[in-house]
């Protein structure tokens, strides 16, 4: 019986090139402003039109400042990068969510919340995280900018078939653990490079009982352990999630698209190339201490006494010890938001520990919503509200301060604790040092200014 991944995969092969990679239909490229524009260049230079606008949808999200979105960009390099797209989108006759437009946002984040990403689909995005619509049963990857020239022009890509691996996490979660702990776990337990090679299909009873906004933080998070991508297999839970959508089926094809999406799992003698299994209950909040993601420890542990070649110099780095523990550690900077935690779910859980509490003088908060749905739907839940009164503000959506490519960036030497994606050198200011956690953990952070054990609060 074959796999999920070798389900999805061979239903979208054109043709297998001899000796060499297959051709494969993709059912949906997003474009942002970074890794396009050479694309487009490409497509004008050779006089050639996208194959299938109505499937490509393109939005900025990396340059947009996260304050004053109705002004110019005052960044001039920024401001080229997203006029430039916007441009390109009207050229080439493709969808484009601008910036304040109530449908604009991290891609990765808007992508799902439309219903624009679905079961069963092939999607592609010039940006690794794209491993996020995963959680949605698609077999979804980053890809590089000649290759999004690749699939404008023919709607189909040129890739080796990734090899599969399952990973199960069975038990019952701890207390104040989420979905970025189990990521951040599983990384530091295969390291950033243990599923180099391999599309990842998560499953047991821990993936089971993750809500979609849990699903989507774990499979973003699949790029980080060197994994092709990551996905979920379709369940009621994602079903829930599309019902009434903008662009998911409506009535009889909902249900027809609901019958086929129930077959997409692997079977119960599926084989695959490697299977790994780790239990719940060994998991506590993470928090990373170098400057990879896979460098991270349980929140009450101590930083290793050594490590590899890179172990010194990333200690060095970040400015800590062998064997030091994180805890008390003062925090200068909180980012909530990126497209690993800046859905609803996540202010939610920020706000849970925020509620009745003040942010620390010392701190610089950032709390950055995905999209412009989220923002919405903050305020209608009232979540605005409460963290106003604990001393936050809620900015503009956007990437922000996961990555230095806008006005959020983190000052030399100054100590973040961040729920994004990456934690090296530099990734959110020259000299910035990160500490990745859960938005329970920063939320603690920015309570007590210091590394805090989020369960202390719950």
């Known amino acids: 019986m074959n796999t999920l991944f070798d389900k999805i995969w061979d239903k979208h092969v054109v043709q297998q090139v001899d000796d060499g990679p297959t051709q494969l239909y993709i059912d949906r490229l997003y474009c942002h402003e970074v890794t396009s524009p050479q694309a487009f260049d490409g497509m004008r230079a050779r006089g050639l039109k996208c194959f299938r606008p109505q499937q490509i949808y393109c939005m900025p999200d990396h340059n947009t400042p996260t304050h004053d979105q109705d002004k110019p960009i005052a960044d001039p390099v920024s401001r080229n990068q997203v006029d430039t797209l916007q441009r390109n989108a009207a050229e080439f006759g493709l969808t484009h969510y601008g910036m304040m437009s109530s449908s604009n946002g991290i891609i990765h984040v808007v992508g799902p919340e439309k219903g624009l990403s679905l079961p069963g689909m092939t999607i592609v995005c010039g940006d690794s995280h794209t491993s996020t619509h995963g959680a949605m049963g698609a077999v979804a990857f980053g890809i590089g ?26 038990g019952k979660l701890q207390r104040g653990v989420t979905a970025k702990d189990v990521a951040l776990y599983l990384m530091s337990q295969l390291t950033t490079s243990g599923a180099t090679g391999y599309f990842v299909e998560y499953s047991g009873d821990v993936v089971s009982q993750m809500s979609m906004e849990g699903r989507l933080t774990l499979c973003n998070l699949s790029i980080e352990m060197g994994a092709r991508g990551g996905f979920v297999a379709p369940d009621a839970t994602t079903f829930e999630y599309l019902r009434g959508r903008e662009f998911a089926p409506k009535g009889d094809e909902w249900d027809k698209a609901v019958s086929y999406w129930r077959t997409l799992r692997s079977g119960s003698d599926a084989v695959f190339d490697k299977e790994l299994t780790f239990s719940a209950e060994d998991i506590e909040p993470r928090v990373t201490y170098g400057t990879n993601p896979g460098m991270g420890i349980g929140i009450t542990e101590a930083i290793p006494a050594e490590g590899d070649a890179n172990f010194s110099k990333a200690l060095r780095y970040m400015g800590f010890e062998p064997g030091q523990k994180l805890l008390g550690t003062k925090v200068d900077y909180v980012f909530l938001g990126a497209c690993t935690n800046g859905r609803i779910e996540d202010f939610r859980a920020f706000a849970s520990i925020a509620e009745g509490r003040q942010k620390h003088p010392d701190v610089t908060a950032w709390l950055v919503p995905g999209s412009w749905a989220v923002d919405r739907q903050i305020r209608e839940e009232g979540l605005d509200r409460v963290l106003q009164a604990a001393g936050f503000e809620i ?23 961040s729920t994004s994606n990456r934690n090296f050198e530099g990734r959110q200011g020259p000299g910035a040092r990160t500490i990745l956690a859960s938005p329970l953990t920063a939320a603690a952070a920015a309570i007590t200014g210091q590394i805090t054990d989020p369960r202390a609060f719950i």
């Open 145 to 170: 900018t000649s290759e999004v020239e690749m699939v404008m022009a023919s709607q189909c890509i040129l890739q080796q078939k990734p090899k599969s691996m399952r990973i199960s996490i069975n």
């Open 395 to 417: 900015r503009q959506p956007g990437c922000s301060a996961c990555l230095a490519m806008n006005d959020d960036k983190i000052p030399a030497g100054r100590l973040a604790v």
